[in-house]
């Protein structure tokens, strides 16, 4: 029963990541053309474009803890249970460190939290790249597919935090505009800066169609 929740969980989830980033990208992507409207009022809708982008940080952090969680109940990762309830600890807890670096995002605080959350995917990279390499060389007891599917997650992480970096060089711009105003040249740089950012997460959908077919497949 246990084993059928983690993995209804699993599935569900990977719809919301990806429901999420089309919405948020058809929204960004609306603000960054949007030269005409007034500046609040695209203002206004970047802050709903970060409250939007929440879901997808939860979405990643879930996939995290359900997907270690599922691996251990099923024998692919040592632990068992154990394994799996720590997962599920560390989940929640990162989970509430996501939504509080969001809500302090305007304080000084939120810059030193966002540090941590940075911090913590870098972990996880590592993580799971060390993993997915050891699986694939012969040299951790890890079925084949499972190792791969690790390493495009942690290209899915990857990509996200490309994205972030792309997203600090359009605020730069859009920074720009706030305070000295609209230009041609400033508007064609921010719809630059949305096209590279975009370019990111298709690699991103790309590397999660991979984590679903090997998921279903299972081929090697």
């Known amino acids: 029963m246990l084993?059928?929740?983690?993995?209804?969980?699993?599935?569900?989830?990977?719809?919301?990541?990806?429901?999420?980033d089309l919405c948020i990208n058809?929204?960004?992507?609306?603000?960054?053309?949007?030269?005409?409207?007034?500046?609040?009022?695209?203002?206004?809708?970047?802050?709903?474009?970060?409250d939007i982008d929440q879901h997808v940080r939860y979405a990643m952090v879930l996939q995290v803890g359900l997907g270690t969680a599922l691996a251990a109940e099923l024998g692919y990762l040592p632990g068992g249970s154990t394994l799996a309830a720590v997962a599920g600890v560390v989940a929640v807890v990162w989970l509430a460190l996501v939504e509080v670096t969001h809500r302090l995002r305007s304080q000084p605080a939120g810059s030193s939290l966002a540090r941590i959350d940075r911090g913590t995917?870098?972990?996880?990279?590592?993580v799971t790249l060390a993993l997915a390499t050891a699986g694939l060389t012969g040299y951790f007891n890890l079925s084949g597919w499972l190792a791969l599917k690790?390493?495009?997650?942690?290209?899915?992480?990857?990509?996200?935090?490309?994205?972030?970096?792309?997203?600090?060089?359009?605020?730069?711009?859009?920074?720009?505009?706030?305070a000295e105003g609209s230009t041609p040249d400033r508007e064609q740089r921010l719809r630059r800066r949305y096209a590279s950012a975009t370019a990111v997460l298709v690699g991103l959908w790309f590397f999660i169609a991979g984590i679903a077919a090997l998921s279903v497949f299972k081929p090697f």
């Not at 609306?30 to 709903?48: C, G, I, N, Q």
């Not at 995917?121 to 590592?126: D, L, Q, T």
Request: no cysteine; glycine share 8%.
């Open 26 to 50: 058809s929204t960004f992507r609306y603000v960054s053309r949007a030269a005409t409207m007034p500046f609040d009022e695209r203002d206004k809708l970047m802050d709903h474009i970060l």
């Open 3 to 20: 084993i059928t929740a983690l993995l209804a969980a699993h599935i569900a989830v990977l719809g919301y990541w990806l429901g999420a």
């Open 150 to 178: 690790l390493g495009l997650f942690a290209g899915a992480i990857i990509s996200g935090l490309g994205i972030r970096f792309e997203l600090i060089r359009w605020y730069q711009v859009w920074n720009e505009i706030d």
């Open 121 to 126: 995917r870098y972990i996880v990279i590592a």
